[in-house]
C-alpha cells in the first residue's frame, strides 16, 4: 500500500521560507508515476483546503489563488519524493501540512480532500509575526 511521509515542518518568522518534502513508498508492481500529488492546509479549528498539486506522469501544476506566486511544487520521479517550496510566508499559512495523492481522472479535482486516497500523516507549520 503507498504511504506518504511529509517532513521539514517547523517554526519560522513571517517573510520567511520552508521547503516540505513528501517521500512515497509502499509501491508493489506499480510505480509513482500514473499518482497526483497535493499539499493540503489544515488551520486550527478548520478543515483541510487543499493548495496546490502536481501530476506526476508530465509534470503539470495546479495552484489555488492563496498561494499562487509564493509556494512551488516540484517533484522528483526518481526518489519517489514531491517538495513544496514555501516562500513569502505569513502567520495565516500557520497550520498542519499534508501531502495526498492518488490517481484522478480529473487532475483538478486534487485539491479536494475527498478525492485523495493516500495521505501523510502531516507536519507542523507555525508562522510568528
Known amino acids: 500500500e503507498v504511504q506518504l511521509a511529509e517532513s521539514g515542518g517547523a517554526l519560522v518568522q513571517a517573510g520567511g521560507s520552508l521547503k516540505l518534502s513528501c517521500a512515497a513508498s509502499?509501491?508493489?508492481?506499480?510505480?509513482?508515476?500514473?499518482?497526483?500529488v497535493a499539499w493540503f492546509r489544515q488551520a486550527p479549528g478548520k478543515g483541510r483546503e487543499g493548495l496546490v498539486c502536481v501530476k506526476n506522469s508530465n509534470g503539470d501544476t495546479y495552484y489555488t489563488d492563496s498561494v499562487k506566486g509564493r509556494f512551488t511544487i516540484s517533484r522528483d520521479i526518481a526518489k519517489n519524493t514531491v517538495y513544496l517550496q514555501m516562500n513569502g510566508l505569513k502567520p495565516e499559512d500557520t497550520g498542519v501540512y499534508y501531502c495526498?495523492?492518488?490517481?484522478?481522472?480529473?487532475?483538478?479535482?486534487?485539491?479536494?480532500?475527498?478525492?485523495?486516497?493516500?495521505w501523510g500523516q502531516g507536519t507542523q507549520v507555525t508562522v510568528g509575526s
Open positions: 495526498a495523492a492518488d490517481t484522478l481522472l480529473v487532475f483538478r479535482q486534487c485539491i479536494i480532500p475527498d478525492e485523495m486516497g493516500y
Open positions: 509502499g509501491f508493489t508492481g506499480f510505480t509513482f508515476d500514473p499518482f497526483t
